[in-house]
């Protein structure tokens, strides 16, 4: 698409068939941008006795920035699909996006992003995520979700400044690079269960059966919910980040899992920070989680940077040193807030 044009293109597919996008080009795709979400909809004003699923309709509200018209997106597909090898530059919000669908996300490179790079948003994703490059250039609001969580009933998420952001801890998240800028956060989790618990994953090839047709709240009650935990379908292992951010690796809401001692694994991460100021890893309303390995490096003389971060929560513990050797040159201060 033109940057000048006024109708960006946006690829999108849902529904059934097959899609896979290999080794492609997607520049100045995508329509949806980080302001507020403000939708158009619709109506029947029709009051006629037309066949089933024919209606007369009108635009009952016009809005200003309709949600889900991003770079390239995989809206509730009802088949595994490939993203793989693609680069994905300049989108007004959000780069790669499965949405409540298995997409197997691999070896893509996505620059520029003013929203999240790739973006897991509905929290029923269980495609990997690996080896993946993502870029950021500054944009996004720069703020955290909470912000527009209420308001949004956890829709409008992922607008600060992310490289990858997820909803959920089904998928695999493995061997991918950040480096540039990020308003927010080259990597972020938001794993609010008012907004998960009651969906249902879709009955898609590749999901792991113990999956299929759950929500959240039934794993629970299934015998899930003292151990279910990042690593029990999932990981989150050799992810690395390179830049200017005020977090590395932002954690919300996630649950505590009573039979688990080390909670939420994260493997290996490292992280080098450019900044003067900010936070490596940074937990909100969460409570136990291990961080094995890996390190958390400042470079900036003088910098003010905290290594670790607990916010907001009851007996927080969040393991670092205690697995693994931990590097954290050049850090100002190692714990802070209800670490």
Not at 25 to 34: K, L, W, Y
Not at 222 to 239: C, I, M, P, W
Not at 279 to 298: C, K, N, P, Y
């Amino acid at each position: 698409t033109s940057p000048t044009s006024a109708d960006r293109g946006h690829i999108m597919h849902t529904g059934s068939g097959s899609f896979d996008f290999k080794n492609a080009r997607i520049q100045d795709f995508g329509r949806t941008t980080t302001n507020a979400i403000d939708n158009t909809f619709i109506e029947d004003v029709s009051g006629l006795n037309f066949a089933d699923d024919l209606a007369q309709m009108t635009v009952s509200k016009q809005g200003t920035n309709q949600i889900g018209r991003y770079a390239l997106h995989a809206h509730f597909s009802l088949v595994e699909s490939v993203f793989y090898g693609n680069a994905v530059l300049y989108s007004p919000r959000n780069g790669l996006v499965p949405h409540n669908s298995r997409v197997l996300v691999e070896d893509n490179i996505v620059v520029g992003a003013n929203g999240s790079g790739i973006f897991l948003e509905g929290g029923l994703e269980t495609g990997s995520v690996l080896n993946n490059f993502v870029i950021g250039s500054g944009g996004g609001t720069r703020g955290g979700d909470d912000g527009r969580f209420g308001s949004s009933k956890g829709t409008d998420m992922g607008h600060g400044g992310f490289g990858i952001w997820a909803r959920m801890i089904y998928s695999e998240i493995n061997n991918n690079r950040a480096e540039g800028f990020f308003g927010r956060s080259p990597f972020a989790l938001f794993v609010h269960p008012n907004f998960i618990g009651n969906l249902a994953i879709p009955d898609v090839l590749g999901t792991p059966q113990e999956l299929i047709g759950k929500t959240f709240h039934q794993l629970h009650n299934d015998g899930y919910k003292d151990v279910l935990t990042l690593n029990t379908f999932g990981s989150f292992a050799s992810n690395s980040a390179y830049g200017t951010w005020p977090v590395g690796l932002d954690l919300s809401y996630f649950s505590k899992p009573a039979n688990v001692a080390a909670g939420h694994v994260f493997e290996d991460m490292n992280l080098v920070a450019l900044a003067k100021s900010g936070r490596g890893v940074s937990t909100t309303h969460s409570q136990l989680f291990t961080m094995r390995g890996g390190s958390i490096d400042a470079i900036y003389p003088g910098n003010t940077i905290t290594a670790v971060f607990c916010n907001n929560c009851n007996q927080c513990q969040l393991n670092w040193q205690e697995e693994g050797v931990v590097d954290t040159t050049g850090v100002a201060v190692l714990r802070g807030g209800n670490c």
